[in-house]
């Protein structure tokens, strides 16, 4: 038996067919109707994990010497090698980093990158540095060569072009009135012509603050046409730098990460004294700060009990740290030390040891001792465990502040060049108030 459709009203067969009829809307601007919601198409996606996005704009703004092109550099380097930026998951993909402001002083950074991360000079990163000034202003400027030379370059390589940074957005714009809404309109309108050209991906520009360094520099219409702004301060007392999300345009704001920068020697002049540049160095393992704030971070204060617990960890650190391979959740830039070692480093130090004591009372102490110590500072952020491995997170601990810097990769030098840093270590790892 042959199924037949059901027979319509000739109401319902109008209504159809009038509906295939119906030509179909060529929108111009990118029309979607409610019910089309859930189909395929562009999504919000993260380039670096709840930072920037995928096919976006971003500035990376700060006053001169806040650290802003080294986190730049930290950030595109993060991206190219598909590693964590601050424990943020990235995207890997092709970098390309235009450095109008100061080209040697660029590949001298990335020079200490590739030291201070053990990547030998023979490896193949995608990442490539633009050396010479671009114009992004005049009508006859950089624009068009610009994103001709990036598909060119893309070309060369098996990824997709990810991120283009560039450094600084002041030099890529020479002659506009940073002031004017109209030259900037111009500036601005040339940017989203690299974001249209290069589909998904991320231009991050680096950009000065204000004199007053309050916001950024230049008419209001830079940060309104910008999907991220990450602000980055120096403190002047610790050199401690802070990057603040100060606009995520399709998320949360207000999330912050702490570094410092790490001198690194990269050679030598011909006068013979190093030659040096410097690194981002995450401060630990957890260094972000949650929307909202806290106060300047003075360091924990231990008592009596966990500091000498702390001071046993560092000891067996400064004795038997290492880097240890195949633990993903020790960050690479973090010394640590297994916990027998640390075990033993107390025992040693023990101020209740008495000549009476058997074994099993000392190990009964000891172990009771690290427990309840270890906890503590584990509670307090200070330190973190991996069985059988713990590291320092960086966090500040009140009288330890040279130690705690000095169990990071790559330790800072002992001889040569600035070791004021070193001033006091032995103290604070061995004391003489025990």
């Known amino acids: 038996m042959t199924n037949m459709p059901a027979i319509q009203s000739f109401e319902d067969f109008e209504a159809a067919a009038l509906e295939i009829c119906r030509p179909k809307l060529k929108s111009r601007f990118g ?143 020479a002659g506009a009135d940073e002031n004017s809404g109209k030259d900037m309109g111009a500036v ?9 050209a290069l589909p998904g991906t991320h231009v991050a520009l680096v950009h000065h603050l204000n004199a007053a360094g309050t916001k950024l520099r230049g008419h209001s219409s830079i940060f309104a046409n910008i999907d991220q702004v990450i602000i980055v301060t120096r403190d002047e007392e610790t050199n401690i730098r802070t990057a603040t999300l100060d606009k995520q345009k399709d998320d949360e704001d207000g999330v912050r990460i702490r570094f410092r920068l790490r001198k690194v020697e990269i050679g030598v002049r011909p006068n013979g004294k190093p030659l040096t540049s410097c690194v981002v160095q995450p401060l630990g393992g957890e260094a972000d700060i949650k929307p909202g704030g806290e ?93 059988p491995f713990v590291w320092l997170t960086g966090k500040p601990v009140r009288g330890f502040e040279r130690a705690v810097a000095a169990f990071e990769l790559p330790r800072p030098p002992l001889s040569g060049g600035d070791t004021s840093w070193a001033d006091g270590l032995d103290q604070e790892i061995n004391g003489s108030d025990l």
């Open 31 to 173: 029309a979607l109707a409610w019910e089309d919601l859930d189909q395929p198409g562009p999504e919000h996606e993260y380039l670096i994990d709840d930072f920037l996005t995928i096919g976006d704009k971003s500035i990376i703004g700060g006053p001169s010497r806040s650290g802003k092109s080294f986190l730049a550099i930290d950030a595109g380097m993060s991206i190219a090698r598909g590693v964590p930026f601050f424990q943020r998951d990235t995207v890997q993909g092709l970098v390309i980093y235009q450095a109008g402001e100061g080209a040697r002083g660029v590949k001298k950074r990335l020079r200490a990158y590739r030291k201070h991360h053990n990547i030998s000079s023979g490896t193949r990163v995608p990442f490539v540095l633009l050396q010479s000034k671009i114009d992004l202003y005049s009508a006859d400027g950089d624009t068009t060569p610009l994103i001709e030379e990036c598909k060119a370059i893309a070309d060369m390589y098996d990824v997709p072009l990810r991120a283009l940074f560039i450094d600084t957005l002041a030099t890529a714009t």
């Open 188 to 196: 601005m309108a040339n940017i989203d012509r690299i974001v249209q």
């Open 295 to 387: 106060k300047k971070d003075q360091g924990v204060r231990l008592n009596a009990d966990e500091n000498i617990v702390f001071r046993a960890l560092l000891q067996a650190l400064q004795a038997h740290g290492e880097r240890p391979a195949g633990h993903a959740s020790i960050p690479e830039t973090s010394i640590a030390v297994r916990a027998s070692h640390w075990k033993a480093a107390y025992q040693a130090i023990d101020p209740a040891a008495s000549d009476d004591d058997d074994e099993k009372t000392i190990t009964d102490r000891v172990n009771k001792a690290l427990k309840s110590g270890g906890a503590k500072l584990m509670q307090y952020g200070v330190i973190k465990r991996d069985n």
